[in-house]
Nanobody
Framework: QVQLVESGGGLVQAGGSLRLSCAASGRTFSGSAMGWFRQAPGKEREFVATISRSGAGTLYADSVKGRFTISRDNSKNTLYLQMNSLKPEDTARYYC?????????????????WGQGTQVTVSS
């Protein structure tokens, strides 16, 4: 199995930036497509971004396109989400997930492993 641990969340002012990290263990990270999802209080968890095994293929939700960048370092078994120009509506708990497949995907049901999440709060 793959274990995922998110970090890097916190409180930031609108317009600011945060960089989230997701450390993976289990010796299968390099063979897995990865994704970021988020859930705000009272709302369903939603797709944010996904990246293929090699990092060459990425896909973003329209709400974050142009502001967020997903990347990975397979040598370090780590997934990243660089978040710029943050807005109050970005406030949510952010989760990383792994698919045990090489291709990127936006559907939550296609991901096999999930982290516990890290909180991001953006003040007005």
């Amino acid at each position: 199995q793959v274990q995922l641990v998110e970090s890097g969340g916190g409180l930031v002012q609108a317009g600011g930036s945060l960089r989230l990290s997701c450390a993976a263990s289990g010796r299968t990270f390099s063979g897995s497509a990865m994704g970021w999802f988020r859930q705000a209080p009272g709302k369903e968890r939603e797709f944010v971004a996904t990246i293929s095994r090699s990092g060459a293929g990425t896909l973003y939700a329209d709400s974050v396109k142009g502001r967020f960048t997903i990347s990975r370092d397979n040598s370090k078994n780590t997934l990243y989400l660089q978040m710029n120009s943050l807005k109050p509506e970005d406030t949510a708990r952010y989760y990383c997930a792994a698919r045990s497949s090489i291709s990127a995907a936006i559907e939550q049901a296609l991901y096999n492993y999930w982290g516990q999440g890290t909180q991001v709060t953006v003040s007005s």
